[in-house]
């Protein structure tokens, strides 16, 4: 459990708002830094992990190629407005609720799917097809990201997205 609060805390103080894009950043720099630390973890973990070129990445596991079962979240968020009673990316823990821009949409179901494949990963369960975790950049404005993704990867046939109030 700690790991994985740890894992979203990090994450949720990133403030990965599309911005300008900057080289090799195509949804800006911030962006940039949540996609590259989402890799990092992923790799950490052990997965076979794919950035395309900064609009998003995928964490493989099981038999790779075989039937992909795509889990789908993004990394995203969008600009923070104003009424804010805590800091939206403080990532603050009060009452078991963690509070910041992403907890709900989509950072918090995104480590979570990420922590179940690691679980079913370290159980040694053989797996007979594919698992993708798929994490894109531009869900909140337009999922310039997934239109790169599918120019430069097979798209798997099956899958979910779970986002927000998804209710596994």
Known sequence: KDEKITTLSEWIKI?????EPADGAPMGLEISNMLNKAVQDCKN???????????????????????PLAILAHLDVVPTGDNWEKDPFGAEIENGFMYGRGTQDDKGPAVAALYAMKAVKEAGINMNREVRLILGTDEESGWECMNYYKEHCDIPKSGFSPDANFPV
Do not use: E, L, T
Request: net charge positive; aromatic share 10%; charged share 25%.
């Open 15 to 19: 403030p990965s708002v599309k911005s």
């Open 45 to 67: 973990m052990g997965f076979d992990v794919r950035n395309f070129d900064g609009y998003a990445c995928d964490a493989r596991m099981g038999k790779i190629g075989a039937n």
